[in-house]
Every structure is written in structure tokens, then in C-alpha cells.
């Protein structure tokens, strides 16, 4: 069965470093996107993505927060300066259409130390 | 704006118990979808259902079902004779259908807690 995949599955950072995490969605979605989950807490959508460009992002997604699809398989979310509040675990969902079901990558847990 | 609600942050089971996991939503849209996902130990996002505004049958997989009422803007999740594996946290969430993207709005899930 197709699943969404994302690596690393873990990455250690310095605060100030740049990170990129990277995903390869179902091959035949078109829509994208990436979510955080702080330790404990809730799901937060971050930012969609159609069509190579994005459709829509939260007040979480500032500037030093970027996504790019490099290719046709990869869809990458890059953050410029991390922050010691970027430590959370990050997944990338994809769905074929836009009002249909999200599938789940297994999520990068990232750190900033 | 949307917002999910799931008031019960912790429940604690022993096997076989039945146990239902409440879910309360807000939205002004008229066609919107409504969503349960698991979140093992391990971490992943697994999805279980997606319903449609439109659609309030109820529905039966297995041990688990789920109970959709308009009226009272709920999404109710029942797993019958519950197991240790069903320990998790489950989310609701609900996204919309007005056009752009239709981000997943989550509630702060359940943490559910199945013992032997």
C-alpha cells in the first residue's frame, strides 16, 4: 500500500542552524502538506501546498519557514534559523484532492538544542 | 473558525470494557468532513475515518464505531471490547471544503490507556 515517507526520522540541531526535512508523498496526490506537534500537545496545521505553490499557511509559518518540491517525488520544509521552540515532531500529509483524507508520513522529530 | 473540541484528556480502561471517545466540533461551513486519527506510542498519524457533512449514517468497522449527530455537532468514537493495542491517543479533526487547501483542524486528542 502507498505511504508517505519522511527522513530523517530524527535530527539534532544547534539553535541557528538551518534544517531541511524532507518528504516524499503518495505519487499520485497532488495536494501537501506539513503539520508540527509539540511534545504533548495537539496536531498544528503549518502550511498547504497545490500546483507548486502554497495555498495556504498559519500564523506559525513565519518567515524563516520555506517549503519547496525540489522534483517530482520530493516535498522539502526548511527552517532557516531554528529556534529552541521548533523542537517538535513534524509530519508531512498528502491527499489526491483537496477536501479528501490526509495520509500521514511517520513524522521527523526534531530537535534544537 | 474552526474548532475541534475533545474534552477528555485521559481515559483508563481495563480490557473488554467498552469505552466512547466524545468529539465536538464548530464551523460555519455547510460542507465540511470530519476525521478520527490514532497516534500509537510510536507516533504515527494512522487514520481511521473520514465522514462527509452530508452523511450521518453511523458507521461500523469491526470493533469500532462511530456516531455522527449534526444537531449537537458531534463525531463520537465507541470501541467495543477494548484491547491492549487500542492504548493511543486518537484525534478528531476537521477540515472544510470552501475552496484553497483544507487544512486538518485537530482537537488536543485522548489519551486512551487500555489495561490488562
Known amino acids: 500500500e502507498p505511504e508517505v515517507t519522511q527522513t530523517p526520522s530524527h535530527q539534532v540541531t544547534q539553535m541557528g542552524q538551518e534544517v531541511i526535512l524532507r518528504c516524499v508523498p503518495i505519487?499520485?496526490?497532488?495536494?501537501f502538506y506539513w503539520y508540527r506537534q509539540i511534545l504533548g500537545q495537539k496536531v498544528e496545521f503549518l502550511v498547504s501546498f497545490y500546483n507548486n505553490e502554497i495555498s495556504e499557511k498559519s500564523e506559525i509559518f513565519d518567515d524563516q519557514f520555506s517549503v519547496e518540491r525540489p522534483d517530482g517525488s520530493n516535498f522539502t520544509l526548511k527552517i532557516r534559523s531554528t529556534k529552541l521552540e521548533d523542537s517538535a515532531m513534524y509530519f508531512c500529509a498528502s491527499s489526491e484532492i483537496g477536501p479528501d483524507t490526509q495520509y500521514f508520513g511517520p513524522g521527523t522529530r526534531l530537535t534544537v538544542l | 473558525a474552526q474548532k475541534v473540541t475533545q474534552a477528555q484528556t485521559e481515559i483508563s480502561v481495563v480490557e473488554k470494557e467498552d469505552v466512547t471517545l466524545d468529539c465536538v466540533y464548530e464551523t460555519r461551513d455547510t460542507t465540511y468532513y470530519l476525521f478520527w486519527y490514532k497516534q500509537p506510542p510510536s507516533g504515527e498519524l494512522v487514520f481511521l475515518i473520514r465522514?462527509?457533512?452530508?452523511?450521518?449514517q453511523n458507521e461500523i468497522s469491526g470493533r469500532y464505531s462511530w456516531n455522527f449527530q449534526k444537531s449537537t455537532s458531534s463525531f463520537n468514537f465507541t470501541i467495543t471490547a477494548s484491547q491492549v493495542v487500542d492504548s493511543a491517543v486518537y484525534f478528531c479533526?476537521?477540515?472544510?471544503?470552501?475552496?484553497?487547501?483544507?487544512?486538518?483542524?485537530f482537537g488536543k486528542g485522548t489519551k486512551l490507556t487500555v489495561n490488562p
Open positions: 465522514r462527509n457533512s452530508f452523511d450521518e
Open positions: 505519487s499520485n496526490h497532488l495536494y
Open positions: 479533526a476537521l477540515s472544510g471544503s470552501q475552496g484553497g487547501s483544507e487544512k486538518l483542524v
